[in-house]
């Protein structure tokens, strides 16, 4: 059965350095390890095909599609549900990848399913869909010593780059994070959760 690794993020070049495009990068990180383009439009979304490894100990056995949706972060269920009907995928097979503000920069949490926690591109996914139960990869976007802005400030922030003293570790939690999806891909969830939620 085929697998699907779905970053969260915006279009646009504006966008591209924002906290809010972490699971985008995570996505274009993927796509080249494995030597592919991400330059397919389907399901309102720039899309890669891998097929099926043939090498043993290779990050997966099976197909698997990367995609990036187009539709901007707060519908992002519209592609999910779109991939999910079009390659019958059962939603245990998607991986969604996307920031946390309520994790310190760096950090990785894998879990099986639960709430959005109020990340809306994850809502537009679980209401879709119709259900919690969709594996989910977050990035810690926020500051060191949790200085995040309250209530509305909060959406310029993740809309804002990253400042260049944490750009080093937004790289390495970025090539972290894309080896997590690989191990989710090749051993499974718990062996992911066990390496990389730390």
């Known amino acids: ?9 915006n279009p646009g070049e504006q966008y591209r350095d924002t906290r809010h495009n972490v699971g985008f990068r995570v996505v274009e990180e993927l796509a080249r390890r494995w030597h592919l383009a991400l330059d397919s439009l389907e399901c309102n979304a720039l899309t890669a095909h891998r097929a099926p490894a043939t090498l043993a100990g290779d990050a997966a056995s099976e197909a698997v599609l990367l995609a990036k949706p187009q539709t901007y972060m707060n519908r992002s269920g519209h592609a999910a549900h779109c991939f999910v009907e079009r390659y019958e995928l059962d939603p ?15 950090k ?4 099986r399913s639960g709430s959005p ?3 809306r591109g994850l809502e537009s996914i679980l209401e879709s869909l119709r259900t919690a139960e969709v594996p989910r990869l977050r990035l810690g976007v926020a500051p060191p010593g949790d200085t995040r802005p309250p209530g509305e400030e909060l959406a310029d922030f993740v809309l804002s780059p990253f400042a260049e003293d944490e750009r080093e570790e937004t790289e390495a939690m970025i090539r972290r994070a894309a080896d997590a999806v690989e191990v989710w891909l090749r051993d499974g969830a ?3 959760m066990g390496k990389f939620n730390g």
Do not use: Q, S
């Open 1 to 9: 059965m085929a697998r699907l690794i779905l970053g969260l993020g």
């Open 92 to 106: 245990g097979n998607v991986l969604v990848v996307y920031d946390e503000v309520n994790l310190p920069l760096g």
């Open 108 to 111: 990785l949490r894998l879990r």
């Open 117 to 119: 926690a109020g990340h």
């Open 190 to 192: 718990e062996a992911a």
